[in-house]
């Protein structure tokens, strides 16, 4: 039998990251308000061209590191005016519809990022979903289309400790809340431990 293993480069498609090589590169006018959820890092505009031009070349890239797919983060920087640029919901649908569409042309999958208030609207757009915490937030049941469409949707749960990640698999992957098709990580912060079900 096969293993079969996917590899899924992750890049920030909604904030500058001032670690990162390009980032000298966005324009002082394509900037919002500091993302307060993540130190060093900058809310982007997402209609801004050179800000575009940017994220395609990440996506272009992700070809040389052998990525099968791509998980672009941040993608919801229109809810609750996250990003300080008064972005609309349509502004929101037309860069991830982008997004998409850039990795498509470059032969990727691509995941949708947690902006659960757009899922019906992208599920076509996208061939995989991913999550952040969706029992906590209530939000595993809104990913009914892309379970409808047949469509993988990962979830991950960050725990403090190993010892409440062992807790948290016991409460999760017994869970009847916890709908059958989706796929969980139980993970201490960044780091490579992890547990599934």
């Known amino acids: 039998m ?10 920030s498609a909604g904030t500058k990251e001032n670690w990162r090589n390009d980032a000298g590169e966005f324009p002082s006018d394509g900037l919002g308000v500091p ?9 982007v505009d997402i209609r801004n061209s050179q800000v575009r031009r940017i994220m395609r070349d990440r996506i272009e890239n992700t070809n040389s590191r052998h990525c099968d797919g791509v998980d672009p983060d941040n993608v919801n920087g229109w809810a609750q005016n996250q990003s300080g640029l008064y972005l609309t919901p ?12 850039v990795a ?3 032969g990727l999958a691509i995941g949708l990022k947690n902006d659960v ?39 991950i749960q960050y725990v403090s400790s190993i010892t409440e990640g ?3 698999q016991e409460e999760i992957c017994a869970s009847s809340n916890r709908p059958q ?10 780091k490579n ?5």
């Open 35 to 43: 993302n307060k959820y993540r130190p060093g890092e900058t809310w």
């Open 90 to 101: 349509d502004d929101q649908l037309d860069y991830n519809r982008y997004l998409a569409t």
């Open 104 to 106: 498509h042309e470059n």
């Open 117 to 155: 208030s757009q899922i019906s609207d992208l599920v076509g757009d996208f061939d995989f979903a991913i999550n952040e915490s969706c029992m906590k937030y209530h939000e595993c049941d809104l990913y009914k289309p892309f379970f409808d469409a047949r469509k993988p949707v990962f979830h």
């Open 166 to 168: 062992r807790q948290k």
């Open 2 to 11: 096969r293993n079969w293993k996917k590899v899924i480069c992750y890049f």
């Open 181 to 190: 098709d989706m796929n969980t990580l139980i993970k201490v912060g960044m």
């Open 193 to 197: 431990w992890r547990l599934a079900c």
